[in-house]
T-cell receptor
């Protein structure tokens, strides 16, 4: 079946530094990928929609200058958390799916970010 | 997307069947009913989906009420590895996007 892979699976960084998380669709092309954030004991919250070859679409309340998204190819989207602070510590998850609104979506393994 | 309502948590004994309910009274005719589950410290994984008829796959069964205002995910024999948060989500088939809007889900605990 289709697979979505994220890297790194976990990262620890100092406050003020930037961190890049990669999301790859391994055996299918994804013109659209989605980035979610999940805080402990909470559900997944959609952050942004990553569109191949164009600008990402951000959900209300998500700072586009802080969470930079690049979708340069049909199999790779990256999320960069710029000038990370402890409140950005979270579990970041990407997803992608085949075309059509009825099919299943595939999720990455998640990337746990801890900002010290 | 129409909203779904699920119990916050449920408990089950190992090797017994589990019925996870979901209410979606405002479902529209083009909404598919999707179930995903999230194991601890992992991304969600697809379980099953359906439109009107009951569905079976290797993981679970999905029973959809005749009026489609509710559905039940059935795990036929719960194992410890089935302990997860189960999300019931409606997806409009007319929506060209593939995003999912997650609610609170049901945390399933399986006792040995």
């Amino acid at each position: 079946g289709a697979v979505v892979s994220q890297h790194p699976s976990w990262v620890i960084c100092k406050s003020g530094t930037s961190v890049k998380i990669e999301c790859r669709s391994l055996d299918f092309q994804a013109t659209t990928m989605f980035w979610y954030r999940q805080f402990p004991k909470q559900s997944l919250m959609l952050m942004a929609t990553s569109n191949e070859g164009s600008k990402a679409t951000y959900e209300q309340g998500v700072e586009k200058d802080k969470f930079l998204i690049n979708h340069a190819s049909l199999t790779l989207s990256t999320l960069t958390v710029t000038s990370a602070h402890p409140e950005d510590s979270s579990f970041y998850i990407c997803s992608a799916g085949l075309a059509g609104g009825s099919g299943e979506l595939f999720f990455g393994e998640g990337s746990r970010l801890t900002v010290l | 997307d129409a909203k779904t309502t699920q119990p916050n948590s449920m408990e089950s004994n190992e090797e017994e069947p589990v019925h996870l309910p979901c209410n979606h009274s405002t479902i529209s005719g083009t909404d598919y009913i999707h179930w995903y589950r999230q194991l601890p410290s992992q991304g969600p994984e697809y379980v099953i989906h359906g439109l009107t008829s009951n569905v079976n796959n290797r993981m679970a069964s999905l029973a959809i009420a005749e009026d489609r205002k509710s559905s039940t995910l059935i795990l036929h024999r719960a194992t410890l590895r089935d302990a997860a948060v189960y999300y019931c989500i409606l997806r409009d088939s007319n929506n060209a996007g593939n995003m999912l809007t997650f609610g609170g889900g049901t945390r399933l605990m399986v006792k040995p």
